[in-house]
């Protein structure tokens, strides 16, 4: 298909989405500001509410269970959603009439704009803002204020480029929009860079990214220019809110595509004055590419991205967010890997075929059929990730060993996460809107994680370390070996991973320094794990929420189910998992005197928590303890105990297929 035709026939599918908001008479404007999206949860069930852009107004909200919810702050976090979305359609109109020349669109995304513009002024700075949050008007946040204005300018700029005229009147309104949005933006960037010292803050990159579109549309290079070189701009930002390996600074993936989603606005605008910011780098070499590659390295074999840290597993914006810049990626820099990504994000949106807004405005023709290369093994040192990966085996493997990332951080050192081409295994589930008390008191916590926990307690913020990293020379095997000294008081924590053509095994060492605990590791499966014997259990895991300023002192307990005990057969514990298109993984534990192998009860995924999924505890009271654990595709693997140090992994009915292992001080695990 041409690339003219293909345009063609988005912008029809683009035009009738459009149509059909003007039939449900949405296309109105709020006259009142938005509150903060996050607050737009169910308390009951905990999922997102539905939001329908064809609604003209709305005091009741559904959940997907069936709630209704009514409230101020879900009204205002309603209105978040009904005034991004009518941004959304200003440039989408625009990007119909630049794409048709139909002149009634020109003019919707022209109404839209002058309607906002002149409402702008009106809007108080919010008054119901919560105390930590830099206020806009529009909105809660600033944040929030300056995410909206870039997609407003970017319709004003497309509808000027394409020569739609704005009478006296009309530009007057947006003369002024563009001030009240400059001085504010401009304030806020003070306050982060040089009040709070915190020019890293992802925030600083929307600041920027709002600015540079309100410098383009006035024309003023020259702040443009001082923006892109100054304090907290965009080259200062790129350079200590990316790590050197180009991963953004606080191991949040979902912010990683956030950051570099303003990035892109900042260069689009940039590039109106010839200034080439797409081939920019920072003080350690980190780019836009870089980042852009990472998520390519990152996601599973399906294109979905790991939900490292806070950010949603799966949201329509995030969706969309993501489709805007891989759509990039593909057509700037030519990153084949991003394909898969772009299709992972267009089927969850159910656009298979990329028929959305940002295929129109950034597509390439063939950006979704571009082959891949094979993915290799990668570690990312300064963000502490390491991903694994064989030739032959379906199975890999993402760890993380890096900082606790601030705010947007988890207590999950030593996570891992297990993947297959059907599906990923043991994800991390990522995070419900921040208005969930499930926030703190499940997603966020040490027991939501594939790691070790203590006695029922979270890891303190902490950051683990990679002690040796290395594949085969023939590419037939990978290890890594991470360790953890700062989780819990005296306690040293050593994950030994080591996939194979054959299989994944996992080795988890645990030592403490003083009395006996309850060693506690954890593994959540995305599916229900089948055995082939369960032992009732009429009792409940206690997790307990303490205050994370070193304090002990707990103030909050979780009580999960345990549905029984997973009974292992002479010493190995024995499970199954059935994966999206019938394929099957196997998953063995030696499971020692003293041991106990317990199915618990959980929330679901970020999702929707309220779907219970069936998580597997391992856990001993000592104060040592060895996990081992070996994953296999298709059918089942062995291991055997030969002493303290070694074990055996064998794969039943194949001869020759027995491999020794040692766990020694020096080099971790060895082939003997």
């Known amino acids: 298909m041409s690339t003219a035709l293909r345009s063609d026939r988005l912008a029809q599918r683009l035009k009738e989405e459009i149509d059909k908001l003007q039939q449900a008479g949405s296309l109105s404007i709020p006259q009142e500001p938005g509150g903060w999206w996050h607050q737009y949860v169910c308390p009951h069930h905990h999922t997102e509410l539905a939001f329908d852009e064809k609604q003209v107004d709305a005091s009741e909200f559904a959940c997907p269970h069936g709630c209704i ?39 919707l995304s022209k ?49 000027r480029d394409k020569g739609v005229v704005f009478d006296a009147k009309e530009q007057a309104a947006i003369d002024v929009f563009l001030g009240l949005l400059a001085e504010s933006m401009e304030e806020y960037r003070h306050i982060l860079i040089h009040e709070r010292n915190n020019a890293e803050n992802n925030y600083t990159a929307w600041l920027n990214a709002s600015l540079s579109c309100v ?33 953004e600074f606080e191991g949040s993936t979902y912010y990683h595509v956030f950051v570099l989603r303003a990035y892109l606005i900042a260069a689009e605008m940039a590039q109106r004055f010839g200034i080439d910011l797409y ?104 963000a502490g990730f390491v991903i694994g990966r064989v030739p032959g085996n379906p199975l890999s493997f993402l760890a993380d060993f890096g900082e606790h990332g601030g705010s947007h951080g988890h207590y999950d050192k030593l996570h891992l996460t297990l ?8 994800p991390d589930f990522g995070m419900v809107p921040y208005g969930s008390p499930m926030r703190k008191s499940w997603f966020a ?30 590419g037939k095997s990978v ?53 082939g014997s369960l032992e009732e259990r009429d009792e409940v895991y206690t997790l307990r929420i303490q205050e994370k300023d070193g304090s002990a002192s707990v103030v909050a307990e979780q009580k999960l189910p345990i549905i029984g005990e997973l009974v292992p057969d002479d010493g190995q514990m024995q499970l199954s998992y059935v994966l999206g298109d019938d394929s099957a993984v196997y998953h063995a534990a030696l499971v020692e005197s003293g041991d106990e192998v317990l199915a618990v009860h959980t929330p679901g995924d970020s999702v ?29 693997a062995e291991l055997t105990r030969i002493s303290a140090q070694e074990i055996e992994v064998s794969i039943p009915g194949q001869a020759g297929s027995a491999v020794r292992i040692q766990l020694t001080q020096d080099k971790g695990l060895i082939f003997i």
């Open 69 to 107: 919810i009514e409230g101020e702050a879900y009204r205002g976090a309603w209105l978040v959603f009904k005034h991004q979305s009518l941004a959304r359609v200003a440039l989408q109109a625009a990007a119909v009439y630049a794409a048709l020349g139909e002149a009634s669109y020109a003019q």
């Open 111 to 159: 109404k839209l704009l002058v309607e906002y513009a002149e409402q702008f002024p009106l809007y108080p700075v919010h008054p119901e803002a919560q105390s930590w949050m830099l206020k806009g008007r529009a909105f809660h946040q600033a944040l929030t204020e300056a995410i909206w204005s870039t997609t407003l300018i970017r319709a004003y700029l497309l509808l």
């Open 215 to 247: 410098y383009a549309a006035r024309g003023e290079q020259a702040a443009l220019e001082a923006l892109i070189e100054g304090q907290g701009g965009f080259k200062h930002h790129l350079s200590i809110g990316v790590k050197p390996d180009q991963f």
């Open 279 to 382: 081939a920019a780098s920072g003080a350690d070499g980190q780019s836009m590419r870089g980042m852009l590659e990472a998520l390519a390295e990152l996601a599973d074999d399906q294109g979905a991205l790991p939900a490292l840290h806070d950010g949603p597993l799966s949201r329509a914006p995030y969706a969309r967010e993501i489709a805007e810049i891989a759509e990039q990626g593909l057509a700037i820099y030519g990153i084949a890997g991003l394909a898969p990504v772009l299709r992972e994000a267009y089927r969850q949106l159910g656009a298979a075929g990329g028929e959305q807004l940002e295929a129109l405005l950034y597509g390439a023709n063939d950006r979704a059929q571009v082959p891949a290369a094979a993915r290799a093994s990668r570690l990312w040192p300064d």
């Open 419 to 426: 993947m297959h081409p059907a599906q990923t295994l043991t």
């Open 445 to 474: 916590e040490t027991a939501s994680h594939n790691t070790v926990s203590l006695d029922g307690l979270s890891q303190a913020p902490h950051e683990g370390r990679c002690v040796r990293y290395e594949t085969a020379g023939d």
């Open 479 to 531: 290890y890594a070996w991470l360790e953890s000294t700062g989780a819990y008081e005296g306690s040293t924590m050593n994950r030994h991973l080591l996939l194979t053509g054959e299989w994944l095994l996992d080795w988890f060492q645990v030592e403490l320094a003083d009395e006996a605990r309850s060693i506690e590791w954890w593994m959540h499966p995305a599916v229900q794990p089948f055995t």
């Open 608 to 636: 929707d928590p309220s779907q219970p999924l069936t998580a597997v505890l391992h856990r001993r009271s000592d104060r040592q303890a060895d996990f081992i654990h070996v994953y296999r595709a298709g059918s089942r």
